[in-house]
């Protein structure tokens, strides 16, 4: 599941939101000690700025596409650019279903 931290941003290419991913299993329960490797991928009027999980002890770079997740969960964060419109954020995972959100820059 993606959750944006807010559903618009200004489109000035400074304005960014924080959006939270959770694993769940297939009974929609949260899994704490889920450790997935997540894509991410941000297409339209935004670009993904970072990525994170928290767990100081992770080595993946913070400026890809890609975090492990870590006590199930990661963050991408996602930057508005100068052009008003959508931005879709998807997060990909093996043989998890896709998880999509989305976000408008006014």
Same mark, same amino acid.
């Given at each position: 599941?993606?959750?944006? $931290?807010?559903?618009? &941003?200004?489109? !000035?290419? /400074? $304005?960014?939101?924080?959006?939270?991913?959770?694993l769940f299993d297939a009974n929609n329960v949260p899994v704490? +000690?889920? =450790? !997935?490797?997540?894509? +991410?991928?941000?297409?339209?009027?935004?670009?993904l700025l970072s990525v994170g999980n928290g767990n100081q002890?992770?080595?993946?770079? &913070? *400026?890809?596409? *890609?975090? =492990?997740?870590? &006590?199930?969960?990661?963050?991408?964060?996602?930057?508005?650019? $100068?052009?008003?419109? =959508?931005?879709?954020?998807?997060? *990909?995972?093996? /043989?998890?279903p896709v998880a999509r959100a989305t976000i408008i820059a =006014?």
């Amino acid at each position: 599941m993606l959750t944006p $931290d807010r559903e618009t &941003l200004k489109a !000035n290419r /400074q $304005d960014i939101s924080y959006v939270s991913v959770q694993l769940f299993d297939a009974n929609n329960v949260p899994v704490p +000690f889920a =450790e !997935n490797m997540i894509e +991410f991928e941000v297409s339209g009027a935004g670009k993904l700025l970072s990525v994170g999980n928290g767990n100081q002890q992770s080595h993946t770079p &913070l *400026k890809g596409n *890609k975090m =492990e997740a870590w &006590l199930g969960k990661c963050l991408a964060i996602v930057q508005s650019t $100068d052009i008003k419109g =959508e931005i879709s954020i998807t997060a *990909k995972s093996g /043989q998890l279903p896709v998880a999509r959100a989305t976000i408008i820059a =006014e």
